[in-house]
């Protein structure tokens, strides 16, 4: 059977860590290579970095982030955020990266989900969706909205409506986050996450709102989630990515407990 | 030397880059005098079965590859590589190299497992039991997991040649072995230890393996 999989998810600006992250012994990790090698180290299952540099030489450095991170770690990695065009995904997969996210360029541009699937695979396409509840409306009879630029602005989208079109044009999986759960560490959005997963044929990482390893089992069984996102409850080490595997583990949920 | 088999079927640098933290020297190129030279050949590839016959055969490579395994070198084949080694692939209706015969097969389109629907692709990390003893396979843990990405599933026609199997609503060799040649559908560039120690293993293999 396959594991779920557990993703830490790093915030990249200018070739640094936007956060310090703490580890052993408390030291802070500015260096985003420095970090993911430590994930690999506990047991991550694969890494996201998202970039929220948009400048030119921005990407140039995270580009070298990429390439330093393909030299030191062999599980697959996303980057994402200021992708916008099918040259910006390839520089990202050829300097190492397995996959890319694609995520407001896609709502407002959505062709360049079938051209990247045409030119690198749908394996490599990960749809990222900002999702915020609004309640059922005439264009949103799901009831979840999509937002673009990192939450600022409502289209008008139904969430579900989207996720299904993404598929057919080439996604091959979905990064889901809800806004409203962001940043809470109150747990993930249950329903949402199991109402696009019972949609879609592609895998689901669930993103946003995790706090406790009981949040992942919660999202990974009632969420039907087939991944989730992790981010400030292992970057501050409230919990290692081993920690939160083992309660899994031991609740039934099979995750790859051997590294 | 290790020879990397480029025929445009996506990103082979994650090879290169595993082989290179190994500590081996390769090289990944398409022509077929350069890979005259290599002690060793990996023939990855992602993609789809009917593109990748074209190019193979655009570039001589798909003679290349059938004198390369005839000639008894050691043959790795990994996810896309590993299918077009077969006779026949359902993906695209490509008749493939023909190296290893039997066929690869879509994975059904309602699959299940413990009452939950499964989704195609089966992408992510399942075990493999490995069931034949074989260097290329040595010192892995047991529930050792590696990484796939797939949605076509190779079937050799003789039981004999499996060398691991892996669960995934229905059961299917993950890994093949005969002779002179080893093929894993998962990729073992992006599966962390167990994955480098196969590909550790392989470059030290002198390719022979008796059934």
């Given at each position: 059977m396959l594991s779920k999989r557990i993703i830490p998810c790093l915030d990249v600006r200018a070739g640094k860590l936007t956060k310090g992250i703490k580890f052993l012994g408390n030291i802070d990790i500015g260096d985003p290579v420095e970090a993911a090698r430590e994930y690999y180290e506990q047991g991550a299952d694969e890494i996201v970095f998202y970039d929220i540099t948009a400048s030119a030489e921005g990407r140039a450095i995270m580009i070298d982030v990429v390439r330093r991170v393909a030299e030191r770690i062999f599980i697959p990695f996303s980057v994402g955020g200021g992708i916008r065009t099918v040259e910006d995904m390839r520089q990202v997969i050829l300097a190492g990266a397995e996959k890319v996210s694609v995520n407001t360029e896609a709502v407002l541009n959505p062709g360049i989900i079938t051209e990247g699937a045409r030119a690198?695979?749908?394996?490599?396409i990960v749809l990222g969706m900002d999702v915020r509840k609004v309640g059922e409306t005439q264009n949103t009879p799901s009831g979840y909205e999509m937002v673009i630029h990192g939450g600022r602005?409502?289209?008008?989208?139904?969430a579900l409506w989207w996720a299904a079109e993404a598929e057919r044009l080439g996604a091959g999986e979905i990064c889901l986050n809800s806004i409203d759960a962001?940043?809470?560490?109150?747990?993930?959005?249950i329903d949402l996450t199991a109402l696009i997963s019972g949609r879609v044929r592609i895998p689901v990482i669930a993103s946003g709102?995790?706090?406790?390893p009981e949040h992942l089992y919660d999202v990974l069984t009632r969420?039907?989630?087939d991944a989730a996102l992790v981010a400030s409850m292992v970057h501050y080490r409230t919990y290692t990515i081993t920690q939160i595997k083992t309660y899994l583990q031991d609740r039934g949920v099979k995750t790859r407990m051997r590294w | 030397m290790i020879g990397v088999v480029d025929y445009?079927?996506?990103?082979l640098t994650s090879v290169a880059r595993a082989l290179a933290y190994l500590g081996r020297e390769c090289i990944v190129t398409s022509d077929p005098r350069i890979l005259d030279g290599a002690s060793h050949i990996i023939f990855p590839g992602v993609g789809a079965a009917g593109t990748a016959m074209a190019n193979l055969r655009e570039q001589g490579l798909d003679v290349w590859l059938r004198q390369w395994a005839a000639e008894g070198k050691p043959l790795l084949g990994i996810c896309l590589g590993t299918q077009v080694?077969?006779?026949?692939?359902?993906e695209d209706d490509a008749g493939c190299?023909?190296?290893?015969?039997g066929t690869v097969r879509r994975f059904p389109g309602e699959l299940q497992a413990g009452g939950q629907r499964l989704k195609v692709p089966h992408m992510g990390w399942n075990s493999v039991a490995f069931c034949i003893d074989h260097p290329v396979f040595s010192g892995l843990a047991e529930g050792a997991e590696f990484y796939f990405v797939h949605s076509y599933y190779p079937a050799p026609?003789?039981?004999?040649?499996?060398?691991g199997w892996t669960e995934y609503g229905i059961r299917f060799s993950a890994a093949v072995a005969r002779g002179n040649l080893v093929a894993v559908q998962f990729h073992p560039e992006k599966s962390g230890r167990p994955g480098l120690t196969i590909l550790e293993n392989f470059c030290r293999w002198g390719g022979t393996y008796a059934q």
């Open positions: 690198f695979g749908s394996q490599c602005t409502a289209t008008g989208i139904d962001d940043g809470t560490q109150d747990g993930y959005e709102g995790a706090g406790r969420g039907q989630a | 445009r079927a996506g990103n080694i077969f006779e026949y692939s359902e190299l023909g190296i290893v015969p026609s003789a039981e004999g040649w499996v060398a």
